[in-house]
Structures are given as structure tokens and as C-alpha cells.
């Protein structure tokens, strides 16, 4: 684009050419959202009232059955002959409009047909109403007309899960009981509706949503009853007099409805169009997804009116922008010319000729004004790019210098951070090693070898102190333990350098033995306080370098005696779940001036007695695994110090 006229037109129309459709787009994408949000919080809400209108199905059911159960007259028919009993519940099934409805005795209750939860919770002595799914021998046994009427062959879905059946001859059942407490008639009453080609049931659910819509529209709904992926009732119609009873749903819904059960609420293809479909999972009386409850409208309508509203304000755009840009043309030809040779000036000097210039543009007015002081910029900027071009030279030498600097001393920082981290860790090696070096060297060594002389001098008459000797036995295992661990700690990376799966208590219970040697100098007692607790993910020599560096600290932090106490518990943070282990102490505590700047490398108030990098190093360890460490006086005496590590996926 060349010409000044087009530039300016450009400049004039920018916020209507494109921040006008810019709006527009932000502002129709805001709206489509709220209008798909819309739709679907339309059919969340006729899922609800379809979900109202089934839950109310089984609270009748349940309602009219305890009222028989509970009436006089069947009281007094339980008395009376079988016959009269049949006669008496046929009379009543057929007023309640169900589909069966039969008395079962207590001493039938333990019969196989009769290992329902429903009939089990009515046993108890509680009413119970749920959705059972009864298979062709169950209906077959109460009726030959309810498994005909069940029986539904399936019709091939595109994009339904491939299945080698042909029919769905299982019934989706309303099952309710209720007790019978009659004195010498004690049992259950059992009912219920089968809801296969219950056409007046879904037609209910159709009418209860969408003929009596409050916006006063007809929004083209549909609704069905799935037993498992298959429509056992549905007023969706395959033709225009032809329900499509046995198609199936696709195989996404199947699986978050029915795999996940979850509600689906999203556009979906239904039959033979797109609906805006919601799917609620449907649980029987064991717990499990059997089925669905589905409510839809067509979603064809809402997207032609979508179109409509696009087209119409992209038309008022277009004609808006036609009617400005000869407009503006018009009112702006006066000042093209000046502006034009400006351009071509400045197209000059960006090809590399700092020496091009506007010269006389024949006008003394604002542009005339701004062509000269452009002259002058120019100008300036030449004189401006010589010394900057001299200056380039001398900068980046400079730079580069600096630069080969700063990463030598960053490397010497780096390496000299990783010395006094092997360093403060080889000095916590060298004070446990010298506090239990005379249980390693020569103690083991003779108690052992005396174990084997008492053995070879006496021989069979070895057994009589065979307790003893066994004793001493394990007593010099578990110096090897300790030995062990040392070594565990000394040299982790030869147990497992990674991080892992790491109980804390045991961990802690290790730790213990390790430093039991500073611990029994001081009449020191230690309290644990343990919590069943996750494990969490990290290095175990790391994490036992910290526990070791804590437990240590608190005691040198009680002159002679005092307590220490141990805590483990699980605690949340931020919605993670993780694991707390503090380390409190019955000293003089932190003073103010100090707690803040524990963790700093080379902190310490033992002057000529540590690094000062213990709390350092243990707060690296601790942060790299994802966790946080802190400090706080407790409120009576003594610093507590807390680790909080994430539990491990």
C-alpha cells in the first residue's frame, strides 16, 4: 500500500475497519457463548424436571403400596382364602395402573427370586422404592404379557457400540415394597411398573417440559427412557408415525453417562438431526448404572437464528463502512500532496538515504511546518546515527567482556555451593561416626568371638545357656543395623539416589537410632506423636539428612535436659493433600532478631562450631521435593521447625 490517500483512509476507517469487527467478533463469540450456555441451561433445567417427575413415579408407587400394605381390608384379606388375596391385589393393581403386584411371606423371603434390595430394605421394616432391571425370566415368572411387552428388538445406530444382540429383552422396572406386619401374615408387599413402550410415561415427561413452556414456544422437544444404551421408550421418531424404540445412543454419550456417571449436557446427535441433549445416569437398587433419562430439543431453530443475526450486523457493517470511505476522501483530498512527499522522503531514508530531505511542499501551513521540522529531524538523526554507529563498536566489546565474566563467576558460585553442601553433610557423618565408632570397632569383635569359644568349649552343654547366647546374639545384630544405617546415611546414592515412595515414620524411627548416641548424653526425652500419615515422594537420604539435621539442632538446644517431641499427622494445603512432620524442642528458643534469618547459608549462632548451611541445605532438599519448611517458637518454650512434603501420587 503506496498512496498517502490510502494510508489516511486507513488511519480514518482503522477503528471502524478493525476495531469495529474486532468488537464485533469479541462481542458475537461473548454472545454465542451465553447463547449455547443458554440453550444448555434450558435443558439442564428439563432434565430436572424430568428427573422431578421420575423420582415422584417412584415416590407414588412406594406410597400406594405401603397404603395397601397398611389398609384394614388387607388385613382382613390375608386372612381370607388365596383367591380372594389374588382377587383382591388384581383389583387393586389394575386401580393403581400397575403392571404386578403380589404378596411375598416371610418364609419366601430367603427364596432366590426374592434377593432384591428393595424387598430386602422392606424385610427390615422400611419402605423402599427403586429402578430394578428385571431379566426375560423375571418378567416371564410374574407375567408372559410383561416379557412380550419388554421384549424390543434393536435397530443398527450409526455410531453406536457394535453389539452382536438382536432384541433387549430385559424390562426397566419402578420396584417398590413395603412391610406387611399383620399378626401371622408377616411378609412383603411387592410392586411395580414396567416402564418398556410406556409410551403414556414419556409422553407425560414431553408434555411436563415443552407444551408447557414458559416462554410460551414450541421448542421441538423430545424425551426417552434408555435401558442401558437402548430406547425402551421414546417419543423420538424414526418416521413420522414410528417411534424409534431399539435404536441406541453413540457411543461418547454411552461412555461419560453410563462408564462415568455423569450428566451430559452438550449438543448430540439424536436418531436422525442434532439436539441439544441432556443424559442423566440412572442407578438401580444395587448401585449400578443401568440406564438413562433423557430430555432434548431440536437444535436446528436456534442455529438458524444464530446465522440470521451474523448476516444482519455484518450487512450494517458493510454499509457503513461503504458510506464512509468516499466521505472521508472527499474532506481529506486538501492535504494528500504534502503528506505524499513526506512518504516518499521517508521511503528514501528507510532504503538507506539519510541524506534525503523534503525541501519546499508549497504549503505554510501545520503539514508545510511539519515537512520542515521533519528536514530538521533528519538531519539530526544523521549526525545522531554516525555516533551511535561508533559507539555500537566499542559497547559490544564491552558487553561480550562482561559477559565472559559474569559466567565464570557463576560457575565458581556454583561449584563453590556444592563444596560447602558435601562439606556441612560430611561433618554430620563425621560427629555420628564418633559417637558410635567404639560400638563398630573392637566391642563387636570380642563379644562375638566370646559367643564362639563359650559355644566350642562347652558344647552340648551349651544349650542350657542357649537363651543367653541367642541374646547376645542379637544384641550384635543390631549393632550391625546401626552400622547399616550409618552407611545408608554416609553413602545414600548406593541405596537408592532417586526419589520414591517414602514412609516418613519409619523413616523417622531409622533417624532415631542414628543419632540415640547424642540423645542418651542428655537426659533428654523423646515424645513421638505419630498420625496415620501418606507416604510422599523423595529421596530418602535426602529426606533422612533433614530429620537428622532437625532432631540434632533440638538437642543442642536444651543445655543437659528437656523433651523433644516428634509429630506426624497428614494436612492439606492449598487443596493438596500432604504430610506435616515437626520437630519441637523444650529449649530457650529462637529469639526475634534470628528467626527470620535461620534458613540464610552460613546463619549460625554457634559460632566456630558449624557451617551454618544445615537449615540451608534441608530447605533446598526440602523445596526441591515439591514441599516447605518453616520455623516457630512454640507458645510455652523451646522452636518448633515444621516440614510439609506432597503426598505421593
Request: one cysteine or more; hydrophobic letters at 45%.
Amino acid at each position: 500500500m503506496r498512496s498517502v490517500r490510502l494510508r489516511l483512509l486507513l488511519l480514518a476507517l482503522l477503528p471502524l475497519s478493525v476495531l469495529m469487527p474486532l468488537l464485533l467478533v469479541l462481542a458475537m463469540t461473548r454472545w454465542n457463548a451465553d447463547y449455547d450456555d443458554m440453550l444448555i441451561a434450558n435443558v439442564d433445567s428439563d432434565l430436572r424436571i424430568a428427573e422431578q417427575y421420575l423420582g415422584r413415579i417412584l415416590t407414588s408407587t412406594g406410597t400406594d403400596i405401603r397404603s395397601i400394605s397398611e389398609s384394614k381390608l388387607f388385613a382382613e384379606v390375608l386372612l381370607a382364602p388365596d383367591r380372594e388375596r389374588q382377587r383382591f391385589l388384581n383389583q387393586r393393581r389394575i386401580a393403581l395402573q400397575l403392571d404386578f403386584l403380589y404378596f411375598l411371606p416371610r418364609e419366601d423371603l430367603s427364596a432366590p427370586s426374592s434377593n432384591w434390595p428393595v424387598i430386602a430394605t422392606a424385610a427390615a421394616g422400611a419402605l423402599s422404592s427403586q429402578i430394578d432391571i428385571f431379566s426375560a425370566q423375571d418378567l416371564d415368572a410374574l407375567s408372559p404379557e410383561l416379557q412380550q411387552r419388554a421384549r424390543i428388538p434393536l435397530i443398527e445406530t450409526e455410531a453406536a457400540v457394535p453389539t452382536s444382540r438382536s432384541a433387549e429383552d430385559r424390562g426397566m422396572v419402578v420396584h417398590s415394597a413395603a412391610p406387611v406386619t399383620v399378626l401371622g401374615h408377616e411378609g412383603v408387599l411387592v410392586g411395580g411398573i414396567l416402564l418398556n413402550r410406556n409410551l403414556d410415561f414419556i409422553d407425560t415427561i414431553n408434555a411436563l417440559v415443552y407444551l408447557s413452556d414458559s416462554a410460551g414456544e414450541n421448542r421441538q422437544g423430545t424425551a426417552t427412557l434408555f435401558l442401558d444404551d437402548t430406547r425402551i421408550s421414546t417419543n423420538v421418531r424414526l418416521f413420522e408415525d414410528v417411534r424409534a424404540l431399539g435404536t441406541r445412543v453413540s457411543a461418547s454419550v454411552r461412555n461419560q453417562v453410563l462408564n462415568q456417571g455423569k450428566t451430559w449436557l452438550d449438543r448430540a446427535f439424536v436418531v436422525n438431526d442434532w439436539y441439544i441433549s441432556g443424559y442423566l445416569p440412572l442407578t438401580d437398587s444395587f448401585g449400578r448404572h443401568v440406564g438413562m433419562l433423557y430430555v432434548g430439543f431440536l437444535e436446528a431453530p436456534y442455529q438458524a437464528a444464530k446465522r440470521a443475526a451474523y448476516w444482519t450486523i455484518v450487512a450494517v457493517f458493510i454499509g457503513v463502512l461503504a458510506i464512509s470511505a468516499p466521505l472521508f476522501l472527499w474532506l481529506a483530498k486538501g492535504i494528500f500532496s504534502p503528506l505524499e512527499q513526506m512518504t516518499r522522503t521517508m521511503k528514501r531514508v528507510e532504503f538507506g538515504d539519510l541524506a534525503a530531505r523534503n525541501g519546499a511542499v508549497g504549503s505554510h501551513d501545520e503539514i508545510g511546518q511539519v515537512a520542515a521540522h521533519l528536514d530538521t529531524l533528519l538531519d539530526q538523526v544523521q549526525d545522531r546515527d554516525k555516533a551511535l554507529r561508533d559507539w555500537a563498536g566499542e559497547l559490544n566489546a564491552r558487553v561480550d567482556k562482561r559477559t565472559t565474566e559474569l559466567r565464570a563467576a557463576n560457575s565458581k558460585l556454583e561449584e563453590t555451593f556444592k563444596q560447602l553442601a558435601m562439606s556441612e553433610k560430611l561433618a554430620s557423618i563425621g560427629e555420628i561416626t564418633a559417637g558410635v565408632a567404639h560400638e563398630i570397632n573392637n566391642p563387636v569383635a570380642v563379644i562375638q568371638g566370646n559367643v564362639d569359644v563359650i559355644r566350642m568349649t562347652l558344647e552340648d552343654q551349651a544349650s542350657e545357656i542357649e537363651t543367653e547366647l541367642n541374646l547376645i546374639d542379637n544384641q550384635v545384630l543390631r549393632i550391625d543395623a546401626i552400622v547399616g544405617k550409618l552407611l545408608q546415611f554416609a553413602r545414600p546414592t548406593e541405596f537408592g539416589a532417586f526419589e520414591e515412595s517414602v514412609e516418613i515414620a519409619p523413616l523417622v524411627e531409622d533417624c532415631l537410632v542414628l543419632v540415640d548416641h547424642v540423645i542418651s548424653k542428655q537426659d533428654i526425652t523423646v515424645h513421638r506423636a505419630f498420625q496415620e500419615a501418606p507416604p510422599v515422594r523423595i529421596n530418602p537420604g535426602e529426606l533422612q539428612q533433614v530429620v537428622i539435621n532437625l532432631v540434632m539442632n533440638a538437642a543442642q538446644a536444651m543445655s543437659g535436659a528437656g523433651d523433644i517431641t516428634l509429630s506426624l499427622s497428614p494436612n492439606e494445603r492449598d487443596g493438596q493433600a500432604g504430610v506435616q512432620f515437626s520437630v519441637a524442642d523444650s529449649g530457650t528458643g529462637i529469639t526475634s532478631k534470628d528467626i527470620s534469618s535461620v534458613f540464610n547459608p552460613f546463619y549460625t549462632t554457634k559460632l566456630g562450631e558449624g557451617t551454618g548451611l544445615g537449615l540451608s541445605i534441608s530447605q533446598t532438599l526440602i523445596q526441591r521435593a515439591g514441599g516447605l519448611i518453616s520455623v516457630r517458637n512454640c507458645d510455652c518454650s523451646g522452636a518448633e521447625f515444621s516440614i510439609w512434603l506432597p503426598a505421593a501420587a
